[in-house]
């Protein structure tokens, strides 16, 4: 089976702009998480999307949104970048989304806010 | 609140020496228990996890832990480390409930291997 991919792997945007990012979760899987990491905060959870639905969401402002389609996949977008928006953003999948299943991670994609 | 703290930010170690990272998290209740490592410029890889029964777990690439519940730790181990096991280890934790598939971190332990 095919990992959980992540696109774009890098991108570079201004403060204020907006990004989607896209996350496409392993064959069969439902849940899709995404994580965000960086150097001053370590991994932080943004949210978790089960069958279209947000079913947990991290502490982060309402710049920070998500949605999941059909098809398990999901986007999160971040509106009126900051420069602390800058970061690796990860995303995982797992079966169900259930407490003891693992979460297979993608490679992430870096983002860098000027 | 649920936290989870990994003692060392780094740890030096030369090649063939045994190592252990430390991991300790704030409540036994119902939890879930995973070690993943991350390489430069990649994602998470999950080395090992504890879900239930045995308390010593083995993992890829020689690794194993330990769940201790009344010392509430999940510390990883390798007898012998190569120069290729240089990366960041997390311990991540899940706990039943409402937070369901959501993960919470340490904030790694940096491996370096030297020769």
């Known amino acids: 089976k095919a990992g959980v991919t992540q696109t774009p792997r890098y991108l570079i945007k201004t403060r204020g702009q907006q990004v989607t990012l896209s996350c496409s979760p392993i064959s069969g899987h439902r849940s899709v998480s995404w994580y965000q990491q960086t150097p001053g905060q370590g991994l932080q959870f943004l949210f978790e999307?089960?069958?279209?639905?947000?079913?947990n969401k991290g502490n982060f402002p309402g710049r920070f949104s998500g949605r999941q389609f059909s098809n398990s996949r999901s986007e999160m977008n971040v509106s009126t970048l900051e420069l602390g928006d800058s970061a690796l953003y990860l995303c995982?999948?797992?079966?169900?989304?259930?407490?003891?299943?693992?979460?297979?991670f993608g490679p992430g994609t870096r983002l860098l806010v000027l | 609140a649920q936290s989870v703290t990994q003692l060392d930010s780094q740890v030096p170690v030369f090649e063939e020496a045994p190592v252990e990272l430390r991991c300790n998290y704030s409540?036994?209740?119902?939890?879930?228990l995973f070690w993943y490592v991350q390489y430069p410029n990649q994602g998470l890889q999950l080395l090992l996890k504890?879900?239930?029964?045995?308390?010593l777990v083995k993992g890829i690439n020689g690794f194993e832990a330990e769940f201790n519940k009344s010392q509430t730790s999940f510390h990883l181990r390798k007898p012998s480390v190569h120069i290729s096991d240089t990366a960041e280890y997390f311990c991540?934790?899940?706990?039943?409930?409402?937070?369901?598939?959501?993960?919470?971190f340490g904030r790694g332990t940096q491996l370096t291997v030297w020769p």
């Open positions: 995982a999948s797992s079966s169900r989304g259930e407490s003891q299943e693992t979460q297979y």
């Open positions: 999307y089960f069958s279209e639905t947000q079913r």
């Open positions: 991540a934790v899940k706990w039943g409930g409402s937070t369901l598939g959501r993960l919470y």
């Open positions: 504890y879900l239930s029964g045995s308390t």
């Open positions: 409540s036994s209740v119902s939890v879930y």
